[in-house]
């Protein structure tokens, strides 16, 4: 039996042990600005500054643009093996390696990309009519009966319709049945939370990644939420993969027709759904909001909706995207929302310093293998008072056609510069996300179909929705009046 000395020895090696390894973190990166503790833990101003014994955030976008360069030599970090749908199995957003998402782009990017916006807006369409027949069955306020609706949630069930028309040519049929089917939207809410431990904790996802709790993850053959999800998604390939199968028109056969196969063709179909859904409803969702609490916007919005249907520059029954985007105070709109609401604002989205020559960011050396936060850094670029004026955190569209007019700043330049920081929403360069056109399509067609039918009002304004963000922007009883205008 070992004696008291030597077991006390070994307890002393081990301490010992620790207290270097953590010095020579806390060395690393010793020269960065920040808090003394986060040399040593991760509990806890600038443009970058150390949170954690490796980690930085980076808050300057010529900075962060220079991290999504393509040739800045930058990758992703082990981060985000969090996007995995599948244990060990990786998607375009989970993967890290270079040349392994540069591989796989060739068979996706056809369908996110190649046959361009025109293809993409049927399925918005079938989606966005879907949504508006609903509010016409069942949320129509008039004669002074009122009848409201949870716009927060239909937000989500038009979202996730519209991803499933594009992706797989069918909806599940949310805003259909006015229901969450199999659980989705409750099973991403109570998932989320713990999803962002694990955003800040990596070593508990891979934990969950291993036997035996990976059988505590979706799989297919669940009876509802995500798991519900990957069979019907697994259902659909099969029946795509038959010899004597109708070939469709949708991103799923973009993906066989460009020769993806097996479980790398499984992985990257099921996470357009999950990726693709969450953040145009917080979008959504947001901008709604604004719009609804600043009376004057939401009028004028109307009024240039008014005028460009009076000279018939908008289609019927539903508006083209191209309409949309011809829109000024529409396009000044979105963007506003976008800056003060991105979507992803929380998720940190670490890159990793190039190893071994490392890099030098905002005049501080960091040595490679550094990982660098840059999205939880977008909200803050988009509110900075020294950038955007004493009116940073208010939602003035006007800015945008000030600028645009020369009012407002040096014309095309700040423009540029408005532009530049509000883009970071969607990533950038290398890293920029595959399916921002898909997204905008969705964005840039629901506001005016709903503004020009509706008038919106909340229930009760004293009790406004309460907004959470557990990764994207969220919005609890966000219930609604509507009226046909």
């Known amino acids: 039996m070992p004696s008291a000395a030597l077991i006390w020895s070994l307890l002393g090696l081990v301490l010992l ?21 986060s040399g040593w833990t991760s ?99 008039d004669g002074g009966k009122s009848k409201p609706m949870d716009l927060g949630k239909t937000a989500h069930f038009y979202a996730l319709d519209a991803i499933a028309e594009i992706a797989y040519g069918q909806s599940f049929g949310h805003l259909e049945k006015d229901e969450d089917v199999h659980n989705i939207i409750a099973t991403n809410n109570a998932s989320v939370p713990m999803m962002m431990l694990f955003n800040n904790y990596v070593f508990l996802w891979k934990m969950m990644q291993r036997w035996p709790l990976y059988y505590l993850l979706p799989r297919d053959g669940d009876k509802s939420g995500f798991g519900a999800v990957l069979g019907h998604v697994n259902k659909l390939i099969g029946e795509r993969l038959r010899p004597n199968a109708s070939p469709k028109h949708d ?3 973009s993906f066989i027709a460009h020769g993806l196969r097996g479980k790398a063709l499984s992985e990257e179909v099921g996470i357009q759904f999950f990726a693709g859904s969450d953040t145009v409803a917080s979008v959504i969702r947001t901008t709604l909001l604004l719009l609804m609490t600043h009376p004057r916007v939401y009028q004028r919005l109307q ?13 019927r029954p539903l508006i083209r995207e191209s309409e949309a985007r011809a829109l000024p105070y529409l396009q000044a709109v979105i963007r506003e929302g976008l800056r003060l609401f991105p979507p992803g604002a929380l998720p940190p989205f670490f890159k990793q310093v190039p190893a071994p020559r490392g890099d030098t960011l905002c005049g501080y050396d960091l040595p490679g293998g550094t990982w660098v936060a840059v999205g939880c850094a977008v909200y803050g670029l988009n509110r900075d008072n020294g950038f955007w004026g004493a009116d940073g955190d208010v939602f003035r569209p006007e800015r945008w056609l000030a600028v645009e007019q020369g009012g ?39 506001f005016p179909e709903l503004m020009r039918r509706y008038n919106f009002s909340l229930v009760d304004p004293f009790r406004p929705p309460k ?10 009883d966000f219930i609604v009046t509507i009226e046909r205008r």
């Open 43 to 141: 509990l806890c101003p600038g443009p970058l500054v150390r949170v954690a014994p490796n980690i930085v955030v980076c808050a300057d976008p010529d900075a962060i643009y220079h991290i999504h360069g393509v040739r800045s030599g930058y990758t992703k970090a082990e981060w985000y093996n969090i996007a995995r749908i599948s244990p060990n199995s990786d998607n375009i957003m989970s993967m890290i390696e270079t040349e392994q998402r540069r591989e796989r782009k060739k068979y996706i990017m056809p369908a996110y990309t190649g046959r361009g916006v025109d293809a993409f807006e049927e399925g918005v369409d079938k989606s966005l009519q879907a949504w508006i027949d609903l509010i016409e069955r069942k949320y129509i306020s």
């Open 17 to 37: 042990a620790t207290a270097v390894r953590r010095l020579l973190r806390w060395r690393r990166l010793s020269h960065v600005p920040g808090p003394m503790i």
């Open 251 to 253: 991103m799923l056969q």
């Open 467 to 476: 907004l959470v963000n557990t990764g994207v922007w969220d919005a609890h």
């Open 408 to 446: 407002d700043g040096p014309g095309e330049d700040r423009l540029a510069a408005m532009l530049r920081r509000v883009e970071l929403v969607w990533g950038a360069g290398q890293f920029v996300c595959v399916g921002r056109m898909i997204a905008m399509v969705e964005i840039n067609k629901v």
């Open 303 to 315: 009024a240039e909706l008014d005028g460009a249907t009076a000279a018939n520059r908008l289609s």
